[in-house]
């Protein structure tokens, strides 16, 4: 369920009467969480806001304003790999992360990678404050170019099964054509647009899409 006006979502800050997503349409961060709760099946209400129309009542409970933010009864939480990780031990099947811990450990470092290596590349783009912003989209390629055959091992990164490693790839490169990234389709790269493919057909990804984030990708 999806409430889009301003009253609504002021009304739910307050009220918390269900489990309650602030999340921006836009924001990779907040695609990931949306992607945990369509794969869990978990019944969410989405309030779709972004940075310059938040909800008046945000800061009483998030200090920091920021987004997503997640509402459950009296629990907020904030920061999306925080969300994540509650919500798969809130809700442990299908679990996200492995189950040993040094395997658990290898998947969040993976994500810490992922948002040090690109998260970073894709937010200096979006934010456009920047004059080189062909050249981070290059290197934003370039890196997805280098590691592509790693893809071809296992149906998900670096796994057999889906992770939140996965829903936090997902995001970054649904944005790639968005962010003027193109990726060369040739022999070394066909096991990552393999990959792509294989994510993007998922039912819990295209149910986890925004109206913004399917208009990212038209010919999809």
């Known amino acids: 369920m999806i409430i889009n006006t301003e009253t609504d979502a002021i009304e739910a800050v307050t009220k918390r009467s ?5 999340s921006d349409p836009s924001s990779h961060y907040s695609h990931r969480v949306r992607i945990v709760l369509a794969e869990k099946g978990v019944t969410c209400d989405i309030i779709d806001t ?10 009483d409970v998030n200090p920091y304003g920021s987004l997503p933010t997640l509402l459950d009864r009296d629990l907020v939480l904030y ?6 990780e509650y919500l798969d031990e809130r809700f442990p099947h299908p679990p996200l992360l492995p189950v040993y811990p040094v395997a658990r450990g290898e998947s969040r470092l993976y994500i810490y990678r992922i948002e040090r290596d ?26 997805f170019v280098g590691i ?10 670096m796994s057999e099964e889906f992770t939140l490693v996965d829903c936090c790839l997902g ?4 944005r790639l054509e968005s962010l003027g990234v ?11 647009l393999e990959y792509m493919k294989r994510l993007f057909d998922m039912e819990s990804f295209q149910e ?13």
């Not at 920061?79 to 994540?84: F, L, P």
């Not at 937010?123 to 890196?143: R, Y």
């Not at 060369?184 to 096991?191: E, G, I, L, R, S």
């Open 148 to 157: 592509a055959p790693i893809f071809g091992d296992k149906p998900f990164f």
């Open 79 to 84: 920061e999306s790999k925080v969300i994540m």
């Open 182 to 192: 193109k990726l060369p389709n040739n022999k070394q790269v066909k096991p990552l």
């Open 208 to 220: 986890s899409l925004s109206e913004i984030e399917r208009e990212m990708r038209p010919n999809r």
């Open 18 to 22: 269900s489990m309650t997503l602030l």
């Open 50 to 59: 972004d940075g310059k129309n938040l909800p008046a009542d945000l800061v």
């Open 118 to 143: 690109w998260c970073a590349l894709v937010d200096a783009i979006e934010s456009g404050k920047t004059s080189d912003a062909e050249k981070l989209a290059k290197d934003l390629a370039d890196g």
């Open 171 to 174: 995001p970054i490169l649904w």
